[in-house]
């Protein structure tokens, strides 16, 4: 009988302990809209422990739950874009600190002189909780949090993955610096791959105009200029064409190399698609354009019974759909 009850007691232990662990962190699937699709830690001690464990910057988000349209709009604009949540959650601890409530989460808003009833405000800390970057506050975009993010890492001596470099690329872009070129060439699917090489071209698209083969390039014109990418194109027998009429886009020769690998199977921003899909054609490596999760999947697919198309799909409802663990 003894024996029995300490296997039980032993039992409600590990069961607690279980429920313990899981309890430290939020549930991305069910938690308020301001925390966005974020894994976060809600207690402040056990994530310097983790950042120490892990050597990876603590980033702290001091947000009002439930809070204004601002707090709401930050969680489901900046937060819940898949490739932001990936860095967040893989390259740092992610903390999450409530500035409308007592408690513990009242003690490190004062520790950190935070005003209360505030919008959101990042601060990204050491595992000692020094401050490591400025703290990113009446910013509530991507792009400002992405660049402190990336100064962190820079000073924690951190790689940047390729991943999240993308993403950078992708946040960076402006409707204004955004523009198209048109190049012929013997074969479309040669072109993709060697113009998709480049840095500052977001896309690429295989299609036909005037009779030849072209490729419509996307590009960035504070990354990289007409002059440059014409010069390329020139090196390798390309021939810049003005836009007309004729011009369409051929989309079951979009995408070639892509399309014939498994990378075709996963969800995939476009600049993941211009720059996996060159790789692959240049049989260079593509999987470092892969998030953690992204590459769990891919891993995956050897087994898996049940495989649909997604890369050409929207990336954020694929994502979504999938519940990428």
């Not at 075709?264 to 998030?291: C, D, H, V, W």
Request: with cysteine.
């Amino acid at each position: 009988m003894n024996i029995l009850k300490t296997i039980q007691c032993c039992a409600f232990l590990l069961v607690g302990i279980a429920m313990s662990t899981a309890q430290t962190r939020t549930n991305p699937s069910n938690q308020p809209t301001e925390l966005g699709k974020v894994s976060w830690y809600r207690d402040y001690d056990q994530a310097l422990k983790s950042s120490k464990e892990s050597g990876k910057p603590v980033l702290i988000l001091f947000q009002e739950v439930p809070g204004c349209s601002t707090c709401q709009n930050y969680g489901k604009d900046v937060l819940s874009n898949p490739l932001m949540t990936e860095v967040i959650e893989n390259e740092f601890v992610p903390l999450a600190i409530y500035n409308n409530k007592g408690g513990k989460d009242r003690v490190i808003l004062e520790k950190y002189t935070e005003s209360a009833w505030n919008n959101p405000v990042v601060n990204i800390v050491n595992d000692k909780g020094d401050k490591m970057v400025k703290r990113v506050a009446g910013n509530y975009t991507a792009q400002g949090l992405y660049t402190a993010m990336e100064e962190a890492l820079v000073i924690y001596k951190k790689e940047v993955p390729a991943y999240m470099k993308l993403l950078g690329e992708e946040l960076h872009v402006s409707s204004a610096s955004q523009q198209d070129r048109y190049y012929s060439m013997y074969c479309f699917w040669t072109g993709e791959k060697e113009l998709g090489s480049q840095l500052g071209v977001l896309n690429t698209e295989a299609g036909f105009m005037k009779g030849y083969e072209v490729v419509k390039v996307t590009y960035d014109n504070t990354v990289t200029s007409n002059e440059q990418l014409d010069q390329f194109a020139s090196r390798r027998d390309m021939k810049l064409i003005g836009l007309d009429k004729s011009y369409y886009a051929s989309s079951k020769d979009e995408d070639y190399y892509l399309k014939h690998s498994d990378y075709k199977y996963l969800p995939l921003s476009e600049l993941q698609r211009t720059k996996i899909n060159s790789a692959l054609g240049m049989k260079n490596n593509a999987i470092q354009f892969l998030s953690p999760k992204q590459y769990k999947r891919y891993k995956g697919l050897r087994t898996a019974k049940h495989k649909a198309i997604l890369f050409d799909k929207d990336f954020q409802s694929s994502w979504n759909s999938l519940a990428l663990n």
